[in-house]
């Protein structure tokens, strides 16, 4: 199975919302942080290509039709280069409803591991971040120079820009398949994180 649709959006721009909206399309299985929490190989092959080990894209990704979220999401340059046929969505809203979201879950995620090599320390704050994910100012500009990133490399009819709200139109339209009958999901809001992995997680867990 080779991917046909690669997103390129932060954690916290509706990725979950896109995965199960994939996954309804037909557009799946589809690959997010998730996956990587609830299988060990997962977090395994993931870890050591953090730590400079060379990719494998196709053992990453054997047996999912799309992937969105970190730790996918930070390599979308050569995720687009190696499956030239597939599609880019760039999950988005805006900068301070983004810091504001990310501040209390995946920031609040990351200040609680105090394992160097897991993917919330390794990837999301020292390379995502630069190792600051907690500077608001820093971790902004950071989220708004990817955007700008993306839509200055992907060519346009290979991207869809799909913000916040936007529902199934402009994805199905893009993707050239039907709407579905059920409504856009709506999951995995800041409550709703705060619940499953806030609260569960104890110190030093983490991907």
């Not at 996956?35 to 977090?43: G, R, S, T, Y």
């Not at 995946?106 to 999301?124: F, K, R, T």
């Amino acid at each position: 199975m080779m991917l046909k649709v690669i997103g390129a959006g932060f954690g916290r721009t509706g990725t979950d919302s896109m995965r199960e909206a994939l996954d309804i399309l037909g557009v799946g299985p589809c690959h997010h942080m998730y996956e990587v929490n609830a299988q060990e190989q997962q977090k395994l092959m993931w870890r050591a290509l953090v730590q400079g080990a060379i990719p494998d894209w196709n053992r990453l990704f054997a047996g999912y039709g799309s992937c969105v979220d970190w730790p996918s999401a930070y390599y979308w340059r050569e995720l687009a280069e190696f499956y030239p046929q597939a599609k880019v969505v760039l999950t988005c809203r805006t900068a301070e409803t983004w810091w504001q979201s990310f501040e209390k879950t995946i920031l609040g995620g990351i200040q609680m591991s105090s394992d160097p090599e897991s993917l919330g320390l390794a990837l999301v704050r020292d390379k995502v971040f630069g190792g600051r994910p907690d500077d608001r100012a820093h971790a902004i500009a950071t989220y708004e120079e990817n955007i700008k990133a993306v839509k200055a490399t992907i060519a346009s009819e290979r991207l869809l820009v799909h913000n916040l709200g936007d529902g199934w139109e402009p994805l199905c339209a893009f993707l050239r398949l039907p709407v579905p009958e059920q409504p856009y999901p709506n999951r995995n809001n800041t409550q709703d994180f705060q619940d499953a992995i806030l609260k569960s997680a104890a110190p030093g867990k983490s991907q």
